[in-house]
């Protein structure tokens, strides 16, 4: 029987998909982007989850936001519910690329309070751009939750998706001005400071803030 040749061609390209060079990774992921096809996209899922190189990673969420959101949504909503970190940051940041609000229920209170943090960033990326209108002040509320966790990195991106919902953010965040822990007031008031002036700079808003809560507590720095 004679196998036809796009068929031959695909498995070569999917056999790529696992080679041992990232730049042949990385080449196969942009032939499928290139030419999309249904049967690709479960193969680009799987090597997402454990992909080891950023770049090839990018490539291949790129190559599955190619493909039809009827085709790719099922897989992704499955892997944010893997038990592998990387398989629910992946496919939180291809959803988040994808934009489709279908996938919005599938952005639990407990992905957006991941233990990984790279889950929780990967999470709350895809929130602010999935949330639909009317839902932003519950979203920012259990944001807020999150205030003060982690490192620099960790709480810049939490301090940008708080401030891309804009103004509903700021009952939620004056409230956490008066929780007991000073990594949250800080945060708090540091991320109302980039609401206020997106150029004042994160460090320089943490510093800011850290200083604020120091001398005193929250809420001086609105006088």
């Known amino acids: 029987m004679t196998i036809p040749r796009q068929d031959t061609d695909a498995v070569r390209v999917l056999q790529r998909l696992e080679d041992s060079r990232p730049s042949v990774r990385l080449r196969a992921a942009m032939t499928i982007g290139t030419t999309p096809d249904p049967r690709f996209v479960d193969k680009l899922i799987e090597r997402s989850a454990i ?15 190619r493909h039809p959101v009827s085709v790719t949504l099922p897989g992704l909503l499955r892997e944010v519910r893997s038990e592998r970190p990387q ?11 994808i934009g489709d609000r279908q996938a919005w229920p599938a952005i639990t209170r407990t ?10 960033r ?12 009317g ?9 807020a ?17 708080l401030v891309a919902l804009g103004e509903v953010i700021v009952p939620a965040l004056r409230s956490a001005t008066m929780a007991p822990d000073p990594r949250t ?8 400071r980039l609401l206020r002036d997106p150029d004042a700079g994160f460090d320089f808003a943490i510093e800011e803030a850290k200083r604020v809560v120091a001398l005193g507590g929250p809420g001086q720095e609105e006088r």
């Open 51 to 65: 992909e080891p190189e950023f770049f090839v990673r990018d490539m291949l969420t790129w190559a599955l936001t």
């Open 87 to 97: 398989a629910r940051s992946q496919a939180l940041h291809t959803l988040s690329k």
């Open 111 to 120: 992905l957006l309070s991941d233990a990984d943090d790279e889950v929780a």
């Open 122 to 133: 990967s999470a709350w990326r895809a929130a602010v751009v999935l949330v639909p209108e």
């Open 135 to 143: 839902e932003e002040s519950a979203l920012a509320t259990v944001l």
């Open 145 to 161: 939750t999150q205030l003060g966790r982690g490192e620099r990195e960790t709480r810049l991106s939490l301090s940008r998706a």
């Open 185 to 192: 007031r800080a945060h708090s008031l540091a991320t109302q």
